[in-house]
């Protein structure tokens, strides 16, 4: 059972524009929602994390936006840059230490 | 800070051998994770450490799967035999007890002919 889905699977935005990856969970124990960015024969690394407890983190160029009632929470990419090509892995957690639950992954392309 | 360190980078064995890899994680981290990252697809957890005690191995092909952690630091994945579907990408993690954010190695490519 896939704990977390993830859409789309693959995305291609013009240089500028908005990228935006949705999620949706259905175990309402998730307490902890990162965004996991990884590029080819590399390591996924944290890009930005969010609690239920608020309905909106941004860091610099990325946002994310959550909706609790909804069990759906996305990563918006602004401005969108060619080095931000890379697969975009939403992921899900509760309590400290446990396991994360990945979504299947997003590729994302940039066109210059 | 040093990061998540794996060896080997990759790996090409004939099915029904074995192969091991093996993870050092970020000084001081008390969980350890091992993921399987199938081309294509998330990285699923196979199994999670806490100092030397398993978490969670739930996930674990235990008739070909092993791995440990002998004193609490670094862990050893072994596969024995290997099977096609056993090419993957093996990601180690660590986090701090405290801390839920995870920080990945840059995991080891196996290729199963």
């Known amino acids: 059972q896939q704990q977390v889905k993830q859409s789309p699977q693959s995305l291609i935005v013009q240089k500028g524009g908005i990228s935006i990856i949705n999620c949706a969970y259905e175990?309402?124990?998730?307490?902890?929602f990162p965004w996991y960015q990884q590029f080819p024969g590399k390591g996924p690394a944290l890009l930005i994390a969010i609690r239920p407890d608020v309905s909106e983190k941004k860091e610099g160029r990325f946002t994310i936006s959550f909706n609790k009632s909804a069990k759906q929470f996305s990563l918006h990419i602004m401005d969108s840059q060619p080095g931000d090509s890379a697969t975009y892995f939403c992921a899900a957690s509760w309590n400290t230490g446990n396991q994360f639950y990945f979504g299947t992954g997003t590729s994302l392309t940039v066109i210059p | 800070e040093a990061g998540v360190a794996q060896s080997p980078r990759y790996k090409i064995i004939e099915k029904r051998q074995s192969v091991a890899f093996w993870c050092n994680p970020i000084s001081g981290h008390a969980t350890l994770y091992w993921y399987q990252q199938i081309l294509g697809q998330g990285p699923k957890l196979l199994i999670q450490f806490q100092n030397n005690g398993v978490v969670d191995d739930s996930q674990l092909p235990k008739d070909r799967f092993s791995a440990e952690r002998l004193k609490g630091v670094d862990s050893t994945l072994k596969i024995q035999p290997a099977k096609l579907e056993d090419s993957a990408v093996y990601l180690c993690?660590?986090?701090?007890?405290?801390?839920?954010?995870?920080?990945f190695g840059q995991g080891t490519r196996l290729t199963v002919v």
């Open positions: 993690a660590s986090s701090a007890l405290e801390n839920t954010e995870a920080f």
């Open positions: 175990n309402t124990a998730f307490d902890y």
